[in-house]
């Protein structure tokens, strides 16, 4: 058996001269490469779009943390719905644990933005500018020529344009591409700080693809490590099949000793982006980018030998011939998930534009009032949840009980908030018991969109 290895960072192994050992993954273009391609170019589209796409006037998303508000496909929402975030949180992690037992470190090598940018993006660039892997090593090893410099500064001035988009995109989700635009066509003196973030992130993006690089997955993602925790024997991740592929050894019709399928070319080392090799056992630096597969299959194919000698598998699976099944830990990690989209999808939809709490006041009595009503004082708390002001009107169910204000609610701003204090008054004839249940409409723009239950106080006749 191939023993699971926990190995420093192989990028952060050091050449004699202490330095940092740089990786040169080779660029192999199969199926698997075909469909993160697809992927990538979906994910893209979708993340430059996003600021500027509107869903009933509302961007797609925007997590403006500034001004405290956050929208969700269209629907707007305010600190007030913090418990919504941290049910969405934590359905989200959930998610995330219950995607890695099954599927292992998948989503680093498909979904990760830091992976698709660097691969689909960056990597293409330094592909296009100073050619694949061999000779992008051999330019670095070289003198600094009229070729490496013109190269290097051609390479580093398209990687800063890139950072500048993205940063760009990035700070359009935060303060909203109305924000961003004023930024771009407004004078810099009238947006110090908007025009400081942009530069700030762009550096920050420039730096992470030009020079950190491969170190976010392996060093700085604390998710990786989560990998070595999360995984078992039932968890499908790519791997190797040591018990075909080994002994290892070139192809040779006169060698009469038996040989593994694995002829030992290199290959799945060289296209590996974090420079781990993949015949040592499942390692935490492993992103699942299957571009391991793709090489090896076509070296496979070349020697005409079953293909997949590098797949997806489980240690189950290669060690004891059993196929993938759905394990009571999955199944537990699924019944959560289940149980916080429901509570969250509940709360979601009884969510109002207007949150209103409606007390009646604390050491107050009753009041008897003239034409033989009973009178009582309550405070209604309301907090605008839309992005657009509301006229609010309190108005009881039962035309029979009358409401007088002594401070109207009037019209709330966006995401704001106001306080009503009023007069329930009851004819005492229809007070049977001590406290009687009455309920109150709230009403924006002739729409009723809450109905409040409260407790009236009254003498019993």
């Known amino acids: 058996m191939i023993p699971q290895v926990d190995t420093a960072d192989p990028q952060m192994e050091a050449t004699e001269s202490n330095k940092r050992k740089w990786i040169y993954p080779l660029i192999r273009k199969g199926k698997f490469y075909h469909y993160r391609s697809w992927l990538s170019y979906g994910y893209l589209a979708l993340f430059f779009a996003g600021p500027f796409l509107r869903i009933g006037g509302q961007p797609l998303l925007l997590l403006n943390v500034m001004e405290q508000k956050f929208v969700l496909l269209g629907q707007v929402f305010w600190p007030q719905d913090f418990f919504l975030f941290v049910l969405g949180m934590l359905a989200f992690i959930v ?8 599927f292992g470190r998948i989503f680093c090598g498909w979904i990760c933005p830091q992976t ?12 296009w500018i100073e050619g694949d892997a061999r000779k992008r090593k051999k330019l670095d090893d070289g003198p600094w020529d009229f070729n490496k410099r013109w190269r290097k500064a051609l390479k580093h001035v398209v990687f800063l344009l890139i950072s500048f988009l993205i940063a760009n995109t990035f700070l359009a989700y935060v303060i909203g591409s109305e924000g961003l635009l004023r930024i771009v066509t407004e004078p810099v003196s009238r947006h110090w700080s908007g025009f400081a973030s942009i530069w700030v992130f762009t550096l920050v993006f420039y730096l992470v693809y030009s020079q950190v690089r491969e170190l976010v997955c392996t060093m700085i993602c604390p998710y990786g490590r989560l990998q070595g925790v999360l995984t078992d024997k039932h968890t499908l991740m790519v791997a190797y099949n040591y018990l075909r592929g080994e002994p290892r050894g070139k192809v040779n019709k006169k060698d009469t000793q038996r040989k593994g399928d694995c002829v030992d070319c290199g290959l799945c080392v060289d296209v590996c982006p974090t420079g781990i090799d993949i015949r040592k056992g499942p390692q935490l630096e492993c992103i699942n980018c299957t571009a391991c597969i793709d090489v090896c299959n076509e070296v ?30 999955m199944a537990a990690y699924g019944s959560v998930i289940c149980v916080l989209m429901g509570v969250l999808t509940f709360f979601v939809l009884q969510r ?14 009753f009041q008897e009032q003239p034409g033989g009503y009973i009178s009582n004082l309550y405070n209604a708390d309301l907090i605008n949840k839309t992005d657009h002001p509301q006229q609010i009107v309190i108005k009881p169910v039962d035309p029979a009980i009358r409401l007088k204000y002594v401070q109207a609610p009037g019209v709330i701003d966006r995401a704001g908030s106001a306080k009503a204090i009023f007069f329930v008054e009851v004819l005492g004839k229809n007070i049977h018991q001590p406290k009687t249940e ?13 109905t409040i239950s409260t407790n009236f106080i009254g003498p019993v006749n």
């Not at 109002?352 to 009595?365: E, K, P, Y």
């Not at 009455?438 to 809450?450: E, M, N, P, W, Y």
């Open 438 to 450: 009455i309920k109150l409409q709230v009403i924006t723009h002739g729409k009723v969109i809450a």
């Open 352 to 365: 109002s534009d207007v949150d209103v709490t409606v007390m009646r006041s604390a050491g107050l009595l």
């Open 300 to 329: 496979m194919g070349k020697i005409e030998r079953p293909l997949n000698l590098i797949g997806f598998y489980s240690e189950e699976q290669i060690k004891e011939g059993k196929p993938p099944r759905f394990t009571a830990r």
């Open 116 to 127: 698709i940018f660097m691969e689909m993006v960056f990597r293409k660039v330094e592909e």
């Open 95 to 102: 998610s995330i644990v219950l995607f890695t037992i099954a």
